[in-house]
């Protein structure tokens, strides 16, 4: 078994599993893996992903702040690779978050801010125009997961071809959640060029 020397080696590449005990039809159904990542979801792929690049054009360097308004796991993939690259990381969270989430964010060493999850977009305290003001307040450098194609690009580098390599090729459908449309998007990318016939299928809840 492989060694690694840092967490960041350990995001991605995760084991595909065939179900096999329900019954699926006239279908073989996977499942990625993707909680087997470090910080136990799909969005450690976006947090090394937005991190890197910004690195590699130059917006940042260690010592800086990053900002980021999430809702979800994106925090922690991004803690993870701030953590592991001397970054300091400001999240800016709904307060309805779980506690959980949050001494886990503060654990892993990002500074937590608060606020109102019961207001729209364009209110000075909903979570990404907050942490936009926050951003531009600091000097600090603001991901912006929603906005920031390096979020897609981590996908189409990483999670797409893993599947395809997986199977064989051997893909019909896809079905995935959404949130900041970061996984959809860059796996259309990917698929168009590589299996065009492939459908990718989208859960999303009611309203």
């Given amino acids: 078994m492989k060694v690694y020397t840092s967490v960041l080696d350990m995001v991605g590449r995760t084991p595909m599993l065939e179900v096999t005990q329900f019954d699926t039809g006239v279908c073989r159904l996977f499942l990625k893996l993707e909680l087997n990542n470090p910080g136990g979801s799909i969005k450690d792929r976006i ?75 364009g209110h000075p305290e909903y979570y990404q125009d907050l942490g936009r003001s926050i951003a531009a307040e600091r000097k600090a450098y603001f991901i912006n997961q929603f906005g920031n194609a390096d979020n897609p690009l981590a996908h189409e580098r990483t999670t797409a071809p893993e599947i395809l390599e997986q199977l064989d ?8 959640g959404v949130g900041s449309s970061g996984t959809v998007s860059g796996m259309t990318r990917y698929f168009r060029a590589h299996a065009p016939d492939l459908k990718l299928i989208l859960a999303d809840p009611d309203g």
């Fill in 47 to 121: 947090g090394v992903s937005m991190i890197e690049e910004a690195e590699r054009r130059g917006d940042i360097s260690p010592g800086d702040t990053i900002v980021e308004a999430t809702a979800g796991n994106t925090g922690l993939g991004l803690a993870l690779a701030a953590a592991r690259k001397g970054y300091h990381l400001v999240l800016v969270l709904p307060d309805k978050m779980s506690q959980e989430k949050i001494f886990n964010l503060r654990a892993m060493g990002a500074e937590v801010i608060l606020t109102r999850s019961d207001v729209g977009r």
């Fill in 169 to 176: 090729g051997k893909v019909d459908a896809i079905v995935l």
